[in-house]
């Protein structure tokens, strides 16, 4: 069980992908094979997509596996680098929450239904308030260690 809870945004997201990648082998046999599709897989697998992108992005974001840039970081000394990595945090805590917020604002105030199955976009776009919120707290986390380790640590 502990071990789910460390990864659980890639054992959700590997559901979503999964059922993504069914339904698309699904629909691409009916269409070719037995001349006909189902009206709903295109709306199920795009939904699903989108789940699997946000919480893949909130598992790499976790996991600090996104893209970043560090030209200029590498030049300064341990300590500069700890003080620079703790502003940086406090700067996407501040990001990260007001997505957050939007987010929110933009799923609650919703109304828009799929075209093929008639269920609401806020099942899908819930993905979005999910990931951000994930992403808040793994900052809020980032943000005390790398305050621990700016300015309570002791230097080598």
Sequence with gaps: MKEFLK????YIGSVFIA?????????????????????????????CFVWTIFLGTAAAYKEKALIGVEALVVLLPQ???????????????????????????????????????????AYINTSIIISFALMTIYTLVFVVK?????FLSKPN
């Design 79 to 121: 300590k500069g680098r700890n003080i620079l990595a703790f502003f940086t945090y406090l700067l996407l805590l501040v990001l990260c929450s007001v997505m957050l917020y939007f987010s929110f604002t933009y799923v609650s105030s919703s109304s828009k239904i799929t075209a093929a199955l008639e269920v609401s976009y």
């Design 146 to 150: 790398s305050f621990k380790k700016a």
């Design 7 to 10: 990864k659980f945004e890639l």
């Design 19 to 47: 059922v993504t990648v069914i339904v698309v082998v699904m629909n691409v046999f009916t269409r070719y094979v037995l001349k006909f599709t189902f009206f709903w897989a295109e709306e199920l697998a795009v939904g």
